[in-house]
C-alpha cells in the first residue's frame, strides 16, 4: 500500500526449543498485537528398564518484546524463567548382594537478554543470548552467559 515491505506478524508459533532460560522441548510461542509475546516450551522425558529408571522434565516460561520488526527479521528482548528435574534410579544385582543407587537434581534459571528472529515464508530461527543466574539441589548457583534457539513453524 504505502511501499514499505510487509512486517513478519505471525501471532502463532509451534517448534522445538532449547536453552537455560527458555527450558527445552516442544515450544509454543504467542505474539500479541502490541509487540509483547510469550514463549512456552515442555519436554518430559520417562524410561524403565530392569536395572533402571530415569525421568526427567524441563518447563519453561519466557516474556518476549519485540524492538523492530522488519519482513526478515525481528530483534527483541527476553526474560524467562525455567526449572528442570532429573531422576535416576540403578540396581545392580550381585548374586545375594543388591545396590541400588539413586540421584535427583532439581534447577531453577531466570535470565534473559537481546534476541532475534529470521523469517522465510511460515518458518523462523530464533537466537537469543544473555545472562542467566541457577540453582541447583546440588547446592550450586551460578551466574553465566547463555545462549536459546528455536525453530518455529507459523500455522496463521
Known sequence: E???????????????GAGYVTGYGLSYRHWFPSNFGYQVNFAPYYSKTDYEKEISLSLGVTGLRTLHRSSVVNLLGYAGASVYYDYDRYENNYGHFEEVTEESNT????????????HFWHLSMNVMFGVRFSTESTDETRMDITGETAVFYSFD
Open 2 to 16: 504505502n511501499g514499505e515491505p510487509e512486517k513478519w506478524t505471525r501471532t502463532h508459533n509451534i517448534g522445538i
Open 107 to 118: 534447577r531453577y534459571t531466570i535470565g534473559g537478554g537481546p534476541g532475534f528472529d529470521v
